[in-house]
Structure formats: structure tokens, C-alpha cells
């Protein structure tokens, strides 16, 4: 028979701490090396660099296309400023409104020049991107009668910053 020593009395109560610390001491090892393998490897750029892209979109319109049947029958084209607030540049990539059946980006390189469509329109680093038929632009194609609404909802796809819906004012013809 093996003979068992029962434990003097406050020994069990004393030696818990200590399997508490060691048993805790492990995770704790790898948690601190882990963190600190990770904090290297972000200060060394392996994890990227954060951009916060801000844009500020204003003076948002869709002029009403015309009293004649002709002219309120083609496209709608809009006005609108877009101000790149970073110091980084961005793209509209795609816009979308419930009232057309596809919108198309152009640009216009000149005032007597063709509009040509475009995939993208530029919005630089700490400036403005001013759309209007004159120059670059959104162009509402086929779209249904808005002319009785107060505005025209759009959504902007930009590359960096993400997705943005404004509701754009409907004008009178010809201004912002």
C-alpha cells in the first residue's frame, strides 16, 4: 500500500497563487512577444499607411431640362462641386440615380469641344472638381420626368472614399 501524506494545513491555500502565476506566466509571453512582433512590423510599414480621404460635395443641381418637347426629352445633364479636402487625390469612379437609366461621366477638354465619356473624373489633392455641361460632368441619361420633384437623389462612387448619396436640387434651366 502506498501511503498518502495529507497537506499540513494552509499549504494548499499558499502554493494556489503560485500555479496561478505559473500557469498564466505562458499566454502572457507569447502575448507580449506577439505584440511587439506586430509593433515592429507596423512601424517598418508592413502593415500599410492609413489615408483618411475626405470629400465635401456642394452646390449639387440638376437644371430642369426645357420647356419645349424637344428639349425635355434628351439627357440631364447637372452642376456640382466636389472638394478634395486631403492631401490626397481621388477618383469618381460611378454615379447612380433612381431617375435615369445609366449616367455617364464625361469631360469636355475645351468650350466648343465634344463632351467624351470618361471611366473616371479626378478630383486632385487639396482642390475642386467643378462639374457642369460646360466642362466635365455627370450626365443623366433617359431619365424619367423629374422636372415636378424638388431633388434628384445621386450616389457617388469615389475609388477611395467610398460611396456618398446627395439629393441634388432641381433648378431652373440653364442654372445651378
Known sequence: MIAVSAPAPGLAGRELPRELARAVAGPL???IV????????????GAGTLTRIRLQVTLAAVPVRGYTAQTAAGPAATFMTIRNLTGTSDELVFVT???ASRVLLTERTGPAAPQTVVSD???PAQSALILSPFGDDVVLQDPV???YRTTVP???T??????V??????TLPGTP
Do not use: K, N
Not at 34 to 45: E, F, I, P, Q
Not at 165 to 170: C, E, G, N, P
Open 29 to 31: 509571453i507569447c502575448v
Open 145 to 147: 420626368s423629374y422636372e
Open 154 to 156: 445621386l450616389t457617388l
Open 158 to 163: 469615389f475609388r477611395h472614399a467610398g460611396t
Open 165 to 170: 448619396t446627395i439629393d441634388a436640387v432641381v
Open 121 to 123: 473624373l479626378v478630383i
Open 34 to 45: 506577439l505584440l511587439g512582433l506586430l509593433s515592429a512590423w507596423v512601424s517598418a510599414g
Open 97 to 99: 440615380s433612381p431617375v
